[in-house]
């Protein structure tokens, strides 16, 4: 790469973007560096779960939602703590930046961006009719990821792991009756006209929250000039004014609101009400100090980490 450079043409690299969901942050990057390099690094795109694809990539932006690999950042997808990805983003920046222990869980890339999907919720099928309550979710068969399984069995839900790309088919088919999905995703599978139309968003934090990372394979990044490795460092993932964070953040809420008024024109908004809500966390809660112990069991600062994230999610939701 760098004898490209040399000869006076353009560092050739591939971008590849596991999920879009629609957003734009992809393209923000990729501008923002060409422009800050001066046109000396060009991107080709590639998108998809091929795994040839992100192998062949230089640069990837993923969710590293699935995976015991990363216990502390696990503890982001905890429910009922972020308000909003512009909030989640600058959190988890800020997060990397404190914790060396974080750092350290996701040294086995070079991590250049860190921030939060936009907001989730639980959408139920047709047959299986709205969830207002515990007991509207006693028993359903919901599309979960390891990460928030005891949650979803202290609220009543089976867990099911099933791919990303068979939700649609498996609700149509009856096999599912809910799934725990992003609310944008939600709007690209058109769930809402077809075979999940109530979406419920318990209160004003969203259900859980995945991690998104953008990373670059080491043999890339040590492959790069000084210089320009300085220019990616200073746009992610160190602190909550990164500009990686910034953006993400506020390109994934942006595109929220179409989704939303998707939903409200094809579906159903279901509201829990307050006092509902109240039985919904406290029947969460031993799942969620299992979680911490566990995680701090491992010789990880679990309880430290879930506090800080905490007071950031309160700070930065008055700015």
């Known amino acids: 790469m760098v004898s490209e450079e040399l000869n006076g043409k ?8 596991i999920h ?30 091929n795994s040839e694809l992100i192998a062949a990539a230089d640069v990837v932006r993923d969710v590293p939602a699935m995976s015991s690999r990363y216990p502390l ?25 404190e914790f060396r222990e974080l750092r ?3 040294s086995d ?9 936009a907001l989730m919720a639980i959408f139920s099928s047709r047959d299986w009719g709205p969830i207002c309550t515990l007991e509207d979710f006693k028993g359903a068969r919901t599309r979960s990821l390891t990460p928030i399984d005891g949650v979803i069995e202290a609220l009543g839900g089976k867990p099911l792991h099933v791919g990303y790309l068979e939700i649609r088919q498996l609700l149509e088919k009856g096999q599912l009756d809910a799934t725990v999905l992003g609310i944008l995703p939600a709007y690209n599978f058109k769930l809402a006209e077809g075979p999940a139309p109530y979406c419920t968003i318990p209160g004003a934090r969203s259900v859980t929250m995945h991690p998104i ?30 500009w990686y964070a910034v953006q993400s953040g506020t390109d994934a809420d942006n595109h929220l609101v179409e989704a939303m008024e998707y939903i ?11 006092g509902e ?43």
Request: with cysteine; glycine share 8%; aromatic share 8%.
């Open 104 to 106: 350290e869980e996701l």
């Open 109 to 117: 890339v070079k991590v250049i961006g860190l921030g939060t999907g």
């Open 264 to 274: 409200r024109q094809n579906g159903e908004m279901v509201k829990v009400a307050p």
């Open 73 to 97: 950042l696990n503890l982001v997808q905890v429910p009922f703590v972020f308000p909003d990805s512009t909030v989640g983003s600058k959190v988890i920046a800020q997060l990397y930046a």
């Open 10 to 17: 353009p560092i050739e690299l591939v971008f590849h973007n």
């Open 20 to 49: 879009e969901h629609g957003v734009e942050i992809m393209d923000m990057w990729i501008n923002e560096i060409e422009t800050r390099t001066g046109g000396r690094i060009r991107f080709a795109k590639t998108s998809g779960e």
């Open 213 to 242: 990372r953008l990373y670059m394979k080491r043999d890339t990044w040590d492959s790069l000039p000084p210089d320009i490795r300085v220019i990616i460092d200073e746009m992610g993932p160190d602190g909550k004014d990164c």
């Open 277 to 319: 809500l109240d039985r919904w966390h406290q029947q969460i809660q031993p799942n969620l100090e299992s979680v911490v112990n566990e995680v701090e069991a491992q010789g990880l600062p679990a309880r430290k980490f879930f506090k800080r994230m905490n007071e950031l999610v309160a700070e930065y939701s008055q700015i």
